[in-house]
C-alpha cells in the first residue's frame, strides 16, 4: 500500500508539472463502498491510467494489452504493480494467423479481476481497446459487459458499479494545458436487465451510451479543433466572473460550454426556423470580428470586464509585488534546479513522434526518471557536506520548489496581461465602454438563440 502511494504521489506531481490544471468533475458520484468496475476512455496511452489512478480516492487496479508483456523488463515492472494483461482478440489473431479466437484466452486475467472485485476493489478497463488520436470513442470492445456480467452472474459478486469516466485534453500533446476528469452516472450491475438476445451486447451499447455523456466527439479533427476555439470563446463571452490570477479557468466550464454548442448545432441543423438560423450565422460572424478586434489591442475576452475604479490599483501592486517578492527567489531557485532535466526530457519526447500521445507520456516517463536522478545526486552532494538532515530538507525543498516556479510564472504573465489591460483601459475609457457593451450584447444574443433552439427541441418532443 506504501508503494501505491508513493507512486501515486510521483504520478500526480509529474501531471501537476506537465499540465497546467487537472479538474475532476463528478467524485461525488462513485459509489461510497463496494467493488467498481471504472470504464474510460483511451485518448493519451500511458497517460490516461496515471490520470485515473491520481484521480481516484481509493486504489485502483489497471490493466493493460496482453502485448506490453512481451517485453521482460517491462512485464516484470508492471506485473510488480499489479497491472493485469488482456489478450486482445486483434492481437489472438494476429498470433495465431488468423485462427478462431479463442473466448478463453483471458479466463485467468479475469479471474484475478473477479478477484479484485471480491474484495471491493477497483478494476480500471479501456474498453476501446486501443489508444488513439481519433475524435471521437472509437467501437468499444465487449470486455468490460462481460467481465461485469461474469461477475454478478457467474461469481455472485454483489452490489458491482460499472462507472464511466471521461478524460478529455485541452491539448494532450502540449505542456501547460488543461484536462478534465468528468465521472458519470454509474450502472448498478445488480439491478441492470434486458430483454436484448445478447445481454453483453446490450450492456455494451449502456457503457457507450454512457461514456459519450463524458466526453466530446467530432467526426473531424477539424471540427474538434474548430469547437474547441468557439467553446473557449463562448466560455469566456457567458461567464460573468474574471478569472484568478493564480489558476487557469475550470476547462469543465469549456468543456460543458462545447456539449452545448454541440447540441445548439443539432438544433439549428433541425430547425425549420430561417431566422433563428440566420441570427446564428451573424452571431457567430460577430464573435469572430469581436475576437478580432480586441486581439488587436492585446487584450483577451477574460478581461474585456475588468474593473478601472482607481481604489483597486494599489490593492493589486501591492498584492503582487509582496507574492513576487517573497516567493520569486524560490521560483527562480525551482526553475535553476530543473532546468536540465525538464528540457531534457522536452528533447526526448520531441524524437521520433508517431501519435499525439507521444510527447506527453514520454515528457511524464523521461522527466519523472531525470528528475528523480538530479534529486539523488543533489541530496547525495548536500549529505556529503553537510550530514543527512541538511539534505532531506534539501529533498524535500525541491519539488516545492517546482511548483512554487510553475505558479508564479504563470500568474506573472497574467499579472502583466492584465496591468496592461488596465492601463490601456484608463487611457481609453470609451474603448473599454464600447468593448463592454459589444461582449454584453453578444452575451444576451448568444442566450435568446439557445433559448429559442431549447424551446423549439421541446416543442417538437411534445408534438
Known amino acids: 500500500m506504501m508503494l501505491y502511494a508513493l507512486l501515486r504521489g510521483i504520478a500526480g506531481i509529474a501531471l501537476r508539472w506537465f499540465y497546467r490544471r487537472i479538474d475532476v468533475d463528478g467524485l461525488d458520484r462513485l459509489p461510497a463502498r463496494g467493488p467498481l468496475l471504472l470504464v474510460v476512455n483511451h485518448p ?16 485502483v487496479t489497471l490493466t493493460a494489452k496482453a502485448t506490453l508483456f512481451q517485453n521482460e523488463t517491462l512485464s516484470r515492472l508492471l506485473r510488480w504493480l499489479g497491472v493485469v494483461p488482456l489478450v486482445r482478440a486483434s492481437d489472438a489473431r494476429s498470433a495465431e494467423t488468423g485462427a478462431t479466437v479463442d473466448p478463453r484466452r483471458n479466463a485467468r486475467a479475469f479471474e484475478a479481476l473477479r478477484s479484485v472485485l471480491r474484495r ?60 478534465l476528469v468528468q465521472i458519470g452516472h454509474p450502472i448498478a450491475v445488480d439491478a441492470w436487465r434486458t430483454d436484448a438476445e445478447s445481454p453483453v451486447i446490450a450492456l455494451t451499447h449502456e457503457i457507450e ?38 489558476a487557469a479557468r475550470n476547462y469543465a466550464l469549456d468543456v460543458s460550454t462545447a456539449r452545448r454548442i454541440s447540441e445548439a448545432r443539432r438544433a439549428l441543423l433541425c430547425s425549420s426556423d430561417q431566422e433563428v438560423r440566420a441570427r446564428a450565422d451573424r452571431l457567430l460572424r460577430a464573435l469572430e470580428m469581436f475576437e478580432l478586434r480586441v486581439s488587436r489591442h492585446r487584450i ?58 507521444d510527447p506527453a507520456m514520454r515528457t511524464i516517463l523521461a522527466g519523472s526518471l531525470l528528475v528523480l ?42 499579472a502583466l496581461r492584465r496591468a496592461r489591460t488596465y492601463l490601456l483601459f484608463r487611457r481609453r475609457p470609451k474603448l473599454k465602454a464600447s468593448l463592454q457593451q459589444e461582449l454584453r450584447t453578444l452575451k444576451a444574443e448568444a442566450l435568446e438563440i439557445e433559448r429559442l433552439l431549447q424551446r423549439a427541441s421541446t416543442s417538437e418532443a411534445t408534438a
Not at 539523488?376 to 520548489?401: C, D, E, M, N
Request: hydrophobic share 50%; proline share 6%; net charge positive.
Open 44 to 59: 493519451n496511452a500511458l497517460v490516461d491510467a496515471l490520470l485515473v489512478g491520481w484521480a481516484m480516492p481509493r486504489r
Open 120 to 179: 471491493n476493489g477497483a478494476v480500471v478497463i479501456f474498453p476501446e481497446g486501443i489508444s488513439h488520436d481519433q475524435p471521437s470513442l472509437a467501437p468499444l470492445r465487449t470486455g468490460a459487459a462481460r467481465i461485469a456480467l461474469d461477475a454478478r452472474d457467474e461469481a455472485s459478486i454483489r452490489n458491482l458499479h460499472l462507472v464511466p469516466i471521461g478524460l478529455t485534453f485541452e491539448r494532450k500533446d502540449a505542456p501547460r494545458t488543461r484536462v
Open 209 to 246: 451510451t454512457r461514456l459519450r455523456a463524458v466526453t466530446l466527439n467530432y467526426q473531424s479533427t477539424d471540427d474538434a479543433s474548430r469547437a474547441a476555439v468557439l467553446s473557449s470563446l463562448f466560455a469566456s463571452l457567458l461567464t460573468d466572473e474574471l478569472p484568478s490570477l493564480g
Open 300 to 357: 483577451v475576452v477574460d478581461d474585456v470586464n475588468i474593473s478601472t475604479e482607481g481604489r483597486n490599483a494599489v490593492p493589486f501592486l501591492l498584492r503582487e509585488g509582496w507574492i513576487f517578492a517573497v516567493a520569486g527567489p524560490v521560483a527562480i531557485w525551482g526553475e535553476l534546479n530543473h532546468w536540465i532535466p525538464f528540457h531534457a526530457a522536452r528533447a526526448i519526447a520531441k524524437r521520433k513522434i508517431e501519435s499525439a500521445s
Open 373 to 414: 536522478a538530479f534529486y539523488v545526486a543533489q541530496s547525495a552532494l548536500v549529505a556529503t557536506f553537510g550530514g543527512w538532515i541538511p539534505a532531506a530538507l534539501y529533498l524535500i525543498s525541491l519539488p516545492l520548489a517546482a511548483d512554487v516556479n510553475f505558479l508564479l510564472r504563470e500568474r506573472l504573465r497574467r
